[in-house]
């Protein structure tokens, strides 16, 4: 199974950020959604970065309240790490536990077409596996 299948979920549009929104408003635009990232993107839709809650914390830490007035390309994890559809579940799984982040998006044609979560991969290797246990149980009993 490939990350493709998360591309026809009901959840809607990707959140995104634009490189020259100020910081101030990305960190609104998570907390009014309740979010803890966003793909940071060009006007082309080519994904350029992440911005996080992390970023956030570091960026305060390090320049202070004025960084809530920088545009959000500056202080955005560039370059983000990104996948094609058809990179299978397990593979991105491991790429983000490897790479200890949270959330990837999907591109093609250097264009952004998705984003994942971990806890996205993760439910929906939960779902296969309970899948995969009921119908094992069933095999048993039925024989």
Sequence with gaps: MTVA???DDARGPVIAAHVTDS???VVKLLAGRRIGCVP???HDQR???IFSERDVIYGLSTRGAEMLDLPVGEVMTSPPETIDKEMPVLAALSLMTRRRIRHLPI??????????SIGDLVKSRIDRIEAEADAMREYIQSA
Excluded: H, S
Excluded at 107 to 116: A, K, L, N, S
């Design 23 to 25: 910081v101030a408003e």
């Design 47 to 49: 994904v350029v970065g």
């Design 107 to 116: 591109v093609e044609d250097g264009r952004m077409i998705g984003f994942i």
């Design 5 to 7: 299948r998360f591309l």
């Design 40 to 42: 940071v993107v060009e």
